[in-house]
């Protein structure tokens, strides 16, 4: 029963990408805004929903590590397998804009946690953990990013010329059942296959702390990783990529945020090699981004490989 749980989860996910990138590009047109824009909140947000409900409950639970290794390790998932394979199925083009501020806000993100994790090397605190306060300071920097975000759609809809009904086909009414249909269907069918997976792990013999970093961060991802295939498929890279890049930057600043505020998190010092390599692979992407402003196919399996690597070299070491 559980196997079959597990293939209904994976084909609402499938699914519920598929009307979800459709019934997103079509508001995007509607609204007069880039694809860009909507991928990196509606899309982005919306697919970061299933990290959300793991952290929050984590963080009501007092469970920690979950809290933040969930958020990191979707993080490294996001931008080395999903981006990679994503990249391999269609090259991604990048813009100047994302280059210049989206990416670099990602960046911002990772480095801000490291700093604010590292009570024990920058204060002299017998633990490091991030407070609420600290928990505030990182909702602060969300609603900055949400700043910029509205600014860009506000210019964005200047700058484009009026759409006229004939552009667009489909009605308001359909467009927003598509997106909301198709994310309810991320959402459950990511929902039932982490826990379906969970359970044929643990039954296997699988540790917690093992299934936490692989399964969970994985599964919680797995809204991205469908989305951003379906969205490379259709051939709306913008989409594609703003959903990896704002799911990162939401994950930290809103997610964490939000959990630290709902109860302090105490950081496991394992956490800290994992935290460098996100932000390695965030300024990587900074730096691929840049050459011929486009992820090549030979780049996006270079990603996928360094993902590939890490999930070996933590089997090991757990």
Do not use: C
């Amino acid at each position: 029963m559980t196997y079959l749980i597990l293939l209904i989860g994976f084909a609402l996910l499938i699914k519920g990408a598929d009307y979800f990138v459709e019934g997103a590009s079509k508001i995007a047109q509607t609204l007069r805004v880039s694809p860009m824009l909507i991928g990196l909140t509606i899309v982005a947000f919306g697919t970061s929903a299933p990290e959300a409900s793991v952290s929050f409950i984590a963080a009501f639970d007092g469970n920690s590590d979950v809290a933040i290794g969930n958020v990191v390790g979707s993080n490294i998932f996001n931008a080395t397998f999903i981006l990679g394979v994503t990249a391999v199925v269609f090259p991604l083009a990048v813009q100047s804009e994302t280059i210049r501020k989206e990416i670099p806000f990602a960046l911002l993100a990772a480095v801000s946690l490291i700093v604010l994790i590292s009570d024990i090397q920058l204060q002299y605190s017998d633990v490091n953990i991030i407070t609420r306060t600290e928990g505030i300071l990182l909702l602060l920097f969300f609603a900055v990013f949400l700043y910029y975000v509205f600014e860009m759609a506000r210019n964005n809809r200047d700058q484009t010329e009026t759409i006229t009904s004939d552009t667009v086909n489909t009605s308001w009414v359909k467009n927003l059942i598509f997106t909301i249909g198709g994310l309810v269907g991320i959402v459950v069918g990511g929902s039932l296959v982490v826990e379906n997976s969970i359970e044929i792990a643990l039954s296997l013999g699988m540790s917690e702390t093992l299934v936490g970093l692989t399964i969970v961060a994985v599964g919680t991802s797995l809204p991205e990783l469908v989305t951003s295939i379906t969205a490379a498929i259709k051939k709306q890279t913008e989409i594609a990529l703003g959903n990896i890049i704002g799911s990162n930057i939401f994950n930290i600043f809103f997610i964490l945020g939000a959990s630290a505020t709902i109860h302090p998190l105490a950081v496991d010092p394992k956490i800290f090699l994992d935290m460098w390599l996100m932000i390695f692979v965030t300024f990587l992407l900074l730096i691929l981004s840049r050459t011929n402003h486009k992820i090549s196919k030979l780049e996006g399996a270079i990603l996928a490989i360094i993902y590939i690597i890490y999930v070996t070299y933590i089997i090991i070491r757990n």
